[in-house]
């Protein structure tokens, strides 16, 4: 195992690579972030020191069936011009979340054939962060769709958090493919889509 291992099958830059641990049928990874140019969000300086450190266990797909983590070190970064703290933006991470942007695409190519329960019990990962992963899945990959040939819909309704929350989808009838969806199940979530179906005379 080796940094430049790390980031040629997980992606994973910006990153040391100390040793690896096998506990619990797991694959754990031990690494530690690595001085780079970093920029600071309040004067775009490019000079810092490091002050402070913590410790983040972090998804990574998986190793054959064994579930595999990423044991990162990471460090609170000082401008040393206008003295602010920050914690860094690591790029190979999705937002703020404990998950490599890797292992988001292995969650949505799970789902291409899979429920959203199955995938977070498979993967070791709550039902909220799949579901939510899966409505943006849906969302980027459905903005732009061609509505010319479609002549029957159908609309779909589920939960998107456990009795709060829903997600309205619209299908293609003849050909099965998601043509629309949206958050939420009233008359006005949907009233958009209807209005661009309309512009195309396909109602």
């Known amino acids: 195992m080796s940094t430049s291992l790390l980031r040629q099958a997980f992606g994973i830059t910006g ?4 040793s690896t641990e096998y506990s619990q049928g797991k694959v754990i990874f031990h690494a530690e972030m690595t001085d780079k140019k970093f ?7 490019t000079h810092f020191i490091f002050r402070g450190i913590r410790t983040r266990l972090i998804h990574i797909p998986p190793i054959g069936t064994k579930k595999s983590f990423l044991n990162l070190i990471t460090h609170r970064v000082q401008c040393k011009k206008c003295k602010y703290k920050y914690w ?3 790029p190979f991470l999705k937002g703020r979340g404990r998950m490599t ?7 949505k190519s799970l789902l291409q054939f899979a429920t959203i329960k199955d995938v977070a019990n498979f993967a ?3 039902w909220d962060t799949v579901k939510r992963i899966h409505k943006e899945f849906l969302q980027q990959r459905y903005q732009n769709i061609p509505l ?3 002549k029957y819909i159908s609309i779909d309704e ?3 958090r456990k009795r709060h929350k829903y997600m309205t989808v619209v299908t293609d009838i003849k050909t099965g493919q998601i043509i629309h969806a949206v958050e939420g199940r009233k008359k006005e979530d949907v009233e ?6 309309k512009k195309k005379q396909l109602l």
């Open 15 to 18: 990153a040391c690579y100390h």
């Open 39 to 45: 920029q600071c969000p309040k004067c775009s300086n």
């Open 88 to 90: 860094p933006q690591l």
């Open 101 to 107: 942007k890797s292992f988001v695409r292995y969650l």
């Open 124 to 126: 070791g990962v709550g």
């Open 148 to 150: 010319e040939d479609v």
């Open 158 to 160: 589920f939960s998107i």
């Open 192 to 197: 958009c889509f209807f209005k661009k179906l």
